[in-house]
């Protein structure tokens, strides 16, 4: 099903991705084009197959719960674009 | 002069690393500007760590990669020198810390010449998609070196740096290797630590190595590849001497060649090539086996379901606040979010962040993610079913040589069946490799070597065995002399 340059608009905003209006119909056949290629999974017989969960079959490593890092705000910090008083700064959200 | 006789020649004395240094340096200020391989070039800092190099080898305290310079692909954190990914979005963004990886070579007395060109956050098969522009092929200028790692890629076959790191998640290390001319390694998942590497995809993301030869490969794997606690998928396995496994005879190893690399869309030529290559490890004893991977058909879509997932969840982070771009003049938070977002990404990143919020989203997780999880096991199983009857797989790494800048940048399907002898490999997680192995209209082409999981010892072997017979890894590309 091909996608309509509504749904390339929904799939933006969830991805919080800005995409210029003329850009969209572009994006539309693209994903279409995508989707529709990888559709072809769909004949594939899954039915007794567990879906992969680690290439190598292995568990998540777990570590025991130890504060293993020293503050380093201040470095941090240096590759943001807004600061202050070591907090990062955005537009303003509660009136 | 290879990494390993580079090596040697520098603990004997016979060259100074700031005399290898400086030549590296002048070669990529000569050349650079037509290959577009390097996007940041740190002279002076490299020149110190040579001078450094020098007083270490001459106290006698120099390991066997002291003084060696090397190119970092630009996914790789470097403390103090930016990286940028390939992408606008990091182009301001200097890490406060090394990758693990850089941290390990520069501890064996490494001299790091600078940061290598990508396709943008390593999503591309062409290096088209940089942020700074297409790196040009050596061999060809008006064609592509392959990617994402187009730009190591390029370095090393033009001879600009010796060695250069490298990222495959689909192919990204070895496609590039193969369409330049180089020797090109993904170690098995896990074996190298990925922290300080930028993620794209992390069920399939590892690093490796793009290098003249494969002794080179397995001097560079020596150091990097170690159990790593920063790195949650890195794995606690012992650590082989790979350059002391490199005379391991060929005599009697069973070399797989799955049919299905042979199907529709293989270039007469590169066919050609893998036959011939084939024949010359059958003259050196091998045996060689008809084997079959049933599902390969699968890998490519599989694929382009679980790398955009998992691209679309990695990328969340670049947000425009903590670090990396931020559009002008934000009117709320939303617009902040989406506008530093849809200018700081280009449009290949934009597709698949898409396609993963697509496939990820409500009510298409099971038809996509899962399913695709789910295909992902069958084609880890074919593999696992062809490695009880041979060491190795042998077939081609791509399914022509190197294609025209701007020939697929079109249509992103044509761009992602270039990888398809590639991606299995990943998404089994197994170790693969490329080396040269002739050239198709003068340009070159690879032969691709799969390893069961752990045994890049084992495809490492057989590619040295391969170059001691054969000198398609000392040719060189015209007009860089």
């Not at chain 2, 496939?359 to 695709?372: E, I, M, P, Q, W």
């Amino acid at each position: 099903m091909p996608l309509t340059p509504e749904d390339v608009k929904g799939i933006a905003f969830l991805a919080r991705l800005g995409i210029d209006a003329a850009d969209i119909p572009g994006y539309a056949d693209n994903l279409s084009r995508i989707i529709a290629f990888v559709d072809q999974l769909n004949a594939a017989d899954t039915s007794d197959v567990a879906p992969m969960a680690h290439p190598l079959d292995r568990v998540q490593r777990l570590r025991p719960d130890e504060v293993t890092e020293v503050d380093q705000r201040s470095v941090y910090q240096q590759n943001a674009t807004g600061v202050e008083a070591g907090l990062y700064t955005v537009p303003r959200v509660i009136e | 002069m290879t990494l390993a006789q580079m090596a040697a020649a520098l603990v004997r004395g016979d060259i100074t690393s700031t005399e290898l240094t400086t030549d590296y340096l002048d070669r990529i200020q000569r050349f650079n500007p037509k290959l577009n391989a390097f996007v940041t070039v740190i002279a002076d800092e490299a020149l110190a760590a040579a001078a450094n190099a020098d007083k270490k080898i001459k106290a006698g305290e120099g390991g066997r990669l002291t003084g060696v310079p090397l190119a970092h692909k630009d996914i790789f954190c470097t403390a103090g020198v930016r990286t940028t990914c390939g992408s606008r979005m990091l182009d301001n963004f200097v890490s406060p810390y090394d990758a693990t990886i850089v941290e390990r070579l520069n501890a064996a007395g490494m001299v790091l010449l600078g940061k290598t060109n990508m396709d943008e956050f390593a999503m591309g098969s062409s290096n088209e998609t940089s942020y700074y522009g297409p790196v040009r092929n050596p061999w060809d200028l008006e064609r592509v070196p392959g990617g994402s790692s187009g730009g190591s890629a390029a370095a090393v076959a033009a001879r600009l740096a010796p060695a250069a790191t490298g990222t495959d998640t689909g192919g990204s290390i070895r496609q590039p290797a193969a369409l330049s001319g180089i020797t090109g390694l993904k170690p098995t998942y896990g074996r190298v630590s990925r922290y300080g590497m930028i993620a794209f995809a992390s069920s399939l993301d590892q690093a490796g190595t793009l290098t003249a030869t494969a002794e080179d490969a397995a001097l560079l794997l020596n150091q990097m590849a170690a159990f790593d606690p920063k790195d949650s998928t890195s794995v606690d396995e012992a650590v082989p001497d790979y350059v002391a496994g490199l005379d391991k005879p060929v005599k009697g190893m069973k070399i797989g060649v799955p049919r299905e690399f042979f199907d529709e869309g293989l270039d007469a030529g590169v066919e050609k090539a893998v036959r011939e290559a084939l024949e010359v490890y059958r003259d050196m004893g091998a045996e060689i086996v008809d084997v079959s991977l049933p599902n390969l058909g699968l890998s490519v879509p599989t694929y382009y379901v679980v790398a955009p997932a998992e691209c679309s969840s990695n990328l969340s982070r670049f947000d425009g606040v903590r670090f990396g771009y931020r559009c002008d003049d934000p009117k709320d938070l939303t617009d902040l979010y989406t506008r530093s977002r849809g200018e700081g990404f280009g449009a290949e990143v934009k597709r698949r962040i898409m396609t993963g919020a697509y496939v990820l989203s409500a009510g298409y997780y099971d038809a996509y993610y899962l399913k695709a999880q789910k295909t992902r096991q069958l084609i880890a199983a074919d593999f696992k079913r062809a490695f009880e009857q041979v060491d190795v797989l042998m077939g081609p790494t791509t399914p022509t040589p190197a294609f025209g800048i701007g020939e697929k940048s079109d249509d992103p399907i044509t761009m992602y069946l270039n990888d398809i002898y590639t991606i299995g490999a990943n998404l089994a997680g197994l170790p693969a490799l490329s080396a040269p192995m002739g050239f198709v209209n003068d340009l070159p082409v690879g032969l691709h070597i799969i390893g069961n999981y752990f045994d890049e010892a084992g495809i490492l072997a057989a590619a040295h065995q391969y170059q001691l017979q054969t000198d398609w890894h000392t040719r060189s590309p015209k007009g860089f002399a």
